[in-house]
């Protein structure tokens, strides 16, 4: 009898055991900063999911999300080996390539277009970028080169618009101190429909201009010293973007998390709708091509955004996708 006990004592325990998930033991470190404040940025979006889902877990990973001051605190602390994985706009990374050289690659694009668009108020009567000729078009900080193109794609060209340093308060659009407002497509419009006016949008990928968004970042050493660790990364926030696409309130309740409570539950929805419908690519979230990333620095070469000996081989990687 004591022994028949022993042996359904030991049974339980083995199907205890094997129960149990397929955790690893001992969880690796690893830091993820954010390139901007808590929101629904897709690649932002990825990571909360994976973090409150276990999928970071499950992947062996310990990882803590942190978000950038602002500055390129994000890409200095990348390049000194002080977090492990940043997100940066497509455009930005080949110039900081470029412009200090850091050795910064792209391991995964997630905004397979551009993230800026330009807008006018819907009564305003332009209908196409051929009738921004004697208006005024807004600009922040710097005229970006996809603008010179977006004109040159309509017959245009800088000469035949005033060209108007904005800043980042879309009221200036709303209070006809400019015609055309240049915005992020997941904020800014749906910001200023929010406030009573609608909008006509324009972005440059819809009139041929090549444009890529926001990317996965990490440095050459830590693909060469730990690729492992990057592989579980990006298995983990994949998967998190394509949780968060099947199940889009409950992603946006988690970005909350990260948000506060402040934070607009229905522009975080509006900002994660618009950033998944610019993430689609026929291999897959996340994938890259060489194709892609030489239209982009051609263009930026073309209006003397980046220098002519760039290799643009160098900035991106495929091997963390598709696995």
Not at 15 to 42: I, K, V, W
Not at 73 to 78: F, N, P, S, V, W
Request: aromatic residues 10%.
């Amino acid at each position: 009898m004591h022994r028949k006990k022993l042996i359904f004592l030991f049974f339980i325990i083995f199907l205890f055991t094997g129960c149990q998930t397929d955790e690893p033991s001992t969880l690796r470190e690893m830091t993820f900063m954010a390139g901007f404040r808590p929101q629904a940025n897709l690649p932002f979006v990825g990571a909360y999911v994976a973090q409150e889902k276990g999928f970071f877990n499950e992947e062996g990973l310990a990882v803590t999300i942190e978000h950038s001051a602002g500055g390129g605190e994000h890409l200095q602390l990348l390049a000194a080996g002080e977090v492990q994985v940043t997100t940066q706009d497509a455009a930005v990374l080949l110039q900081r390539r470029a412009d200090p050289g850091l050795p910064l690659v792209s391991i995964g694009l997630i905004g397979q277009r551009g993230q800026q668009a330009f807008v006018a108020l819907a009564d305003s009567g332009l209908s196409s970028p051929t009738d921004w000729a004697g208006h005024t078009v807004g600009f922040k900080g710097t005229p970006p080169p996809d603008l010179y193109a977006l004109l040159a794609a309509n017959g245009l060209s800088a000469d035949d618009i005033e060209l108007v340093n904005v800043g980042f308060d879309p009221r200036t659009l709303t209070e006809g101190l400019v015609d055309v407002y240049p915005v992020f497509k997941s904020n800014e419009p749906n910001l200023i429909r929010g406030w009573g006016f609608d909008v006509v949008q324009w972005e440059a990928a819809d009139f041929g201009v090549p444009t890529l968004g926001l990317t996965y970042v990490a440095t050459e050493d830590l693909i060469e010293s730990n690729p492992d660790l990057l592989q579980s990364f990006m298995t983990a926030v994949l998967r998190g973007i394509e949780y968060a696409q099947a199940h889009p309130e409950e992603a946006v309740d988690i970005v909350l998390q990260y948000a506060g409570e402040d934070a607009d539950a229905d522009h975080m929805r509006f900002m994660l709708d618009s950033e998944l419908a610019d993430a689609a690519s026929p291999n897959g979230f996340g994938w890259q091509t060489i194709a892609q990333w030489q239209a982009l620095a051609d263009m930026l070469q073309m209006y003397e955004s980046l220098p002519e000996d760039v290799d643009v081989t160098a900035v991106f990687t495929t091997q963390f996708l598709g696995n």
